[in-house]
């Protein structure tokens, strides 16, 4: 079991910066791919960006590529995703996630709320 704790949501301006953090415990983190998903109201979740094991791989999806950037510190077992030039369209939960040996996202946070304002 991983058990994730986001963190790190809040209200910002457009244009504006905000870093998410998840904190992973249970079993060994740096095991998993980790990811992040969002969901805006009314909307299906959709991924965000996902970090290899090691974090030597990154993927971004279209809408936040250039300005999202995900990272992980194995050590600390933490996940972070920074994000810049923050637009109204962003707005939504965001949820970490980590892969389990099968690949799928079966481990999951309970969300942080990211409101941009225009």
């Known amino acids: 079991q991983v058990h994730l704790v986001e963190s790190g949501g809040g209200s910002v301006q457009a244009g504006g910066s905000l870093r998410l953090s998840c904190a992973a415990s249970g079993r060994t983190f740096s095991n998993y791919a980790m990811g992040w998903f969002r969901q805006a109201p009314g909307k299906e979740r959709e991924f965000v960006a996902v970090i290899s094991w090691s974090g030597g791989t990154t993927y971004y999806a279209d809408s936040v590529k250039g300005r999202f950037t995900i990272s992980r510190d194995n050590a600390k077992n933490t996940l972070s995703l920074e994000m810049n030039s923050l637009q109204p369209e962003d707005t939504a939960v965001y949820y970490c996630?980590?892969?389990?040996?099968?690949?799928?996202?079966?481990?999951w946070g309970q969300g942080t709320q990211v409101t941009v304002s225009s």
């Open positions: 996630a980590a892969q389990t040996d099968t690949g799928e996202y079966g481990y």
